[in-house]
């Protein structure tokens, strides 16, 4: 019997068996309710008014406000993907051998590793990015050896470029990469690696067949991770870039919070929640919602 039956049972109230894990959910579905739907259905109808900051908004089912927010802004979001694709792509192709060698190698070393992981996220968000920005400045180091090693032209720039803001984003995020990995990477079954190079299967071949799928719902769930909040950033490209670099998340915060556009910008949220929302979906459809579970591990 839980805490809360037992309660209930000394106070002379008897609450039926199938009502105890809803009175459980209650509480976080309250929060939900108060701090998720509630704000989200003021966005839907703010996203259909019509009028201006000066003459007022008005409820008019404008469902114009998303065709033209999709018409004027679709480089903006096109681009947003973009970047969050190829941050997504270098966090799982720099994320991967380094949970790896946590899980595997680590040894007594491993609480270490994962604290030097995760101490950076200790650091305001956009602290990190402004020290992005000094180490990308053209009076910069780094700025030197890379025109030294011949990766950048004598009056080539690191910032404003589509590579700082990527850059800056993969490092924000990798965090979020290497965790679940690492989680999924430390906790599989390594007889099953041991049983492969039985078999006489070589070092690649038991990677490929045993540990990369293995370590599937770890790629599924840093990916997604990774991918979600990467695609509405807009402080990299704030700061990295240059109105060229600008996302979708930069069009929403100048609309919102400059030029008090309300309709468009909570049109454009919507518009970004639902691709993501179906992108997402479709990732999970084709990776397999076993994926997430980690039933591949039985």
Aim: aromatic content about 12%; hydrophobic content about 50%; overall charge positive.
């Amino acid at each position: 019997m839980t805490a809360a039956g037992a309660t209930a049972q000394r106070r002379g109230i008897r609450i039926p068996r199938r009502w105890i894990p809803y009175l459980l959910l209650a509480p976080g579905l309250l929060w939900l309710a108060i701090f998720f739907l509630a704000p989200l259905y003021f966005m839907a109808r703010q996203s259909l008014e019509s009028g201006t900051l000066f003459t007022g908004y008005s409820f008019t089912w404008e469902f114009s406000n998303y065709t033209n927010a999709i018409s004027n802004f679709h480089e903006q979001l096109i681009r947003s993907f973009e970047y969050a694709a190829a941050s997504t792509i270098l966090a799982l192709l720099i994320g991967y051998p380094l949970a790896y060698a946590i899980a595997t190698r680590g040894g007594k070393w491993r609480t270490a590793l994962i604290l030097l992981v995760i101490l950076p996220s200790l650091t305001t968000y956009l602290v990190r990015t402004l020290a992005w920005q000094t180490i990308l400045d053209d009076s910069s180091p780094t700025l030197d050896i890379m025109r030294s090693l011949g990766l950048v032209g004598e009056q080539g720039h690191l910032l404003a470029t589509t590579g700082a803001v990527i850059a800056g984003m993969t490092y924000n995020f990798l965090p979020f990469m290497i965790l679940p990995l690492y989680a999924t990477l430390e906790r599989f079954d390594k007889t099953m690696l041991e049983a492969a190079y039985d078999l006489y299967a070589s070092r690649s071949k038991a990677f490929m067949r045993v540990t990369l799928p293995l370590s599937m719902p770890g790629i599924v769930a840093g990916s997604l991770l990774t991918f979600i909040p990467a695609v509405g950033d807009f402080v990299n490209a704030q700061l990295l870039g240059s109105s060229r670099q600008f996302m979708i998340g930069n069009v929403i915060q100048s609309r919102y919070n400059v030029l008090s556009d309300y309709p468009t910008a909570a049109a454009l949220s919507f518009i970004l929640m639902a691709v993501v929302l179906v992108m997402v979906i479709l990732w999970v459809r084709v990776a397999g919602s076993e994926a997430l579970t980690g039933d591949t591990a039985a």
